[in-house]
């Protein structure tokens, strides 16, 4: 059973960035799954972030490629987010999520999520 | 806003039936049998529900089924139960531009 857990700064000023990260138990050491982020506000609802596998292959959502990086560290268990140049519609609730690969894009776990209020 | 519309609400009494819809286009709930659903308790993170249209993780009652037909899916939730009271969100794989996912707007179900 995978376990996610997100930490970071729940404030981020206006044109920083955004940095979290996603401690791992109980499956990181997995090759079929991917490690992933999503957000949730109320303007925006659910988006997907984007993704990255245990080979380090990356996928990114469309609207937010430009600004964003997702990476991996196995030694320490851990996935992060990078969020640049962020504004106050970055403002949400941001989850870590895991799914195994080819298992029908559906998500099987998630995080508890963390607030990130971006705000000067 | 969502790329997959949902009605804000739907309720009905314990026992009964309530289904919400999903939908889409050609290049998302259309185009892939990929539909998942989502339970969504205040204050908590997302739980699979349904994946690939119909299908139930373990440990989901089957009193949660879904369907699909053209661009609309649907989520039926039989037999309510005072816990079924949440916000039920559809996710849909999208092929277009490398958007693997999407999800919906979200249903808030109430328990009469």
């Known amino acids: 059973q995978v376990q996610l857990q997100e930490s970071g700064p729940g404030l981020v000023k206006p044109a920083g960035t955004l940095s979290l990260t996603c401690d791992v138990s109980g499956g990181f050491m997995s090759s079929d799954l991917w490690w992933s982020w999503v957000r949730q506000s109320p303007e925006k609802g659910l988006e997907w972030i984007g993704e990255?596998?245990?080979?380090?292959?990356?996928n990114y959502n469309p609207s937010l490629k430009s600004r964003v990086s997702i990476s991996a560290d196995r030694s320490k268990n851990q996935f992060s987010l990078n969020l640049r140049s962020v504004t106050a519609a970055d403002t949400a609730v941001y989850y870590c999520?895991?799914?195994?690969?080819?298992?029908?894009?559906?998500?099987?776990?998630w995080g508890q999520g963390t607030l990130v209020t971006v705000s000067s | 806003q969502s790329a997959l519309t949902q009605p804000p609400s739907a309720s009905g009494s314990p026992g009964q039936s309530v289904t919400i819809s999903c939908t889409g286009t050609?290049?998302?709930?259309?185009?892939?049998?990929?539909v998942s659903w989502y339970q969504q308790h205040p204050g908590k993170a997302p739980k699979l529900m349904i994946y690939e249209v119909s299908k139930r993780p373990s440990g989901v009652p089957d009193r949660f089924s879904g369907s699909k037909s053209g661009n609309t899916a649907s989520l039926t939730v039989s037999g309510l139960q005072a816990e079924d009271e949440a916000d039920y969100y559809c996710s849909s794989h999208a092929g277009r531009d490398n958007l693997f996912y999407v999800f919906g707007s979200g249903t808030k179900v109430t328990v009469l």
């Open positions: 990255i596998f245990h080979s380090g292959t990356t």
């Open positions: 050609y290049s998302d709930v259309g185009g892939y049998n990929f």
């Open positions: 999520a895991s799914y195994y690969d080819n298992s029908g894009y559906r998500i099987d776990y």
